[in-house]
């Protein structure tokens, strides 16, 4: 049994889903964490949290709101100084065999200040370690996002990237992509093409969709955008892990922002996706510029989409599908094999 330390971002819930899912793919190892917000959720599993501060992306109608994330951000790293002492104290202590990081900010530079390798294991590093030519637009999105990536996150020795769309390396020395990491109860559901379309909003902000689902004869099921009274086509639901996973493997297709983790777990699942990036989240309109150019589905940047949208991806459905079909959206043996290839200190 090795010992494990996984520094984990835990403002978004997929972050930590993925690392809970690494522990269940290596459960011969002890794992300790590292991190803030939801990564305590990890605690109700048996493992101990060292908790950390950490950056959190702040929204505000739909958008990623910069002001408020910049100064969030600063209040972090201008006080990291202490938390940095902490982490390479924690890390001494614990003498870990592996060091782990999920853009998590201080893990990755506590190892390098003791002279400890550490590998990256995220999606977010697709933006800036691989090769692939950036659409058109987005561009001051682009520089923001990938300059914040490369001075605060990429201070790693090695980089394991998980993506559907899965584009080259820039140093494969250093640098390896693989297929999405899928929870098991994912894996456990029987995907069935129902009547509704699942719809799911990271931010409960994007309201102006509402009218758009209204003006068709579609049943939506919708998860997010909280909990108003339900309408003739519209059924408005409590978060749910559970009840989540049985809506979406049931669905015909999926409406959402463009987070990686639920696009997967679609796209794993069959489900064809519309998104819906959230403005300034240069990630999100990547993910989305991607999975339209796979054929996995098809995106809109309007903040006041036209119902127009839904009549067009309806009538791509069985083509969205086709092609889904011929992918490859489970890279869980191949990530638990690399992580135990660098416990045995192999490259």
Do not use: W
């Not at 990686?260 to 819906?276: I, R």
């Amino acid at each position: 049994m090795a010992r494990i330390l996984y520094g984990v971002m835990g403002d978004a819930r997929g972050h930590v889903s993925r690392a809970s899912t690494v522990t269940q793919d290596m459960k011969e190892h002890d794992f300790l964490f590292v991190g803030g917000g939801h990564v305590h959720d990890l605690e109700a599993e048996g493992f101990s949290v060292e908790d950390v501060p950490m950056a959190s992306t702040l929204y505000r109608n739909n958008r990623v709101d910069v002001p408020s994330t910049v100064r969030h951000a600063l209040g972090v790293f201008l006080n990291s100084g202490s938390v940095l002492r902490r982490v390479c104290q924690i890390i001494k202590h614990f003498d870990p065999d592996l060091i782990l990081t999920d853009y998590e900010y201080f893990t990755p530079r506590a190892a390098r200040r003791l002279g400890r390798p550490c590998v990256s294991l995220d999606h977010q590093h697709v933006l800036t370690h691989c090769t692939y030519e950036p659409p058109a637009g987005q561009r001051m999105s682009r520089m923001m996002t990938c300059g914040a990536i490369r001075r605060l996150y990429s201070s790693a020795s090695d980089y394991l990237i998980v993506s559907f769309f899965r584009p080259a390396p820039i140093d494969p020395a250093t640098t390896v992509v693989a297929p999405p990491v899928i929870r098991a109860a994912v894996r456990k559901q029987e995907a069935v093409q129902g009547d509704h379309v699942l719809v799911y909003q990271t931010s409960p902000t994007f309201h102006r969709l509402i009218p758009v689902l209204e003006r068709t004869d579609r049943r939506f099921i919708i998860y997010g955008l909280g909990k108003p009274s339900n309408r003739n086509n519209l059924e408005f639901k409590e978060p749910s892990k559970a009840g989540f996973l049985h809506d979406l493997a049931s669905s015909r297709y999926v409406i959402t922002n463009g987070g990686h983790n639920v696009l997967s777990e679609a796209l794993y699942l069959g489900k064809p996706v519309l998104c819906f990036p959230i403005a300034n989240a240069y990630e999100q309109f990547i993910n989305a510029f991607f999975l339209a150019r796979l054929g996995y589905g098809d995106y809109s940047v309007s903040a006041a989409p036209h119902p127009d949208i839904l009549k067009k991806f309806e009538s791509r459905v069985d083509r969205y599908r086709a092609n889904i079909a011929t992918g490859k959206f489970f890279g869980n043996p191949f990530v638990a094999a690399r992580l135990n290839r660098f416990l045995k200190h192999e490259t």
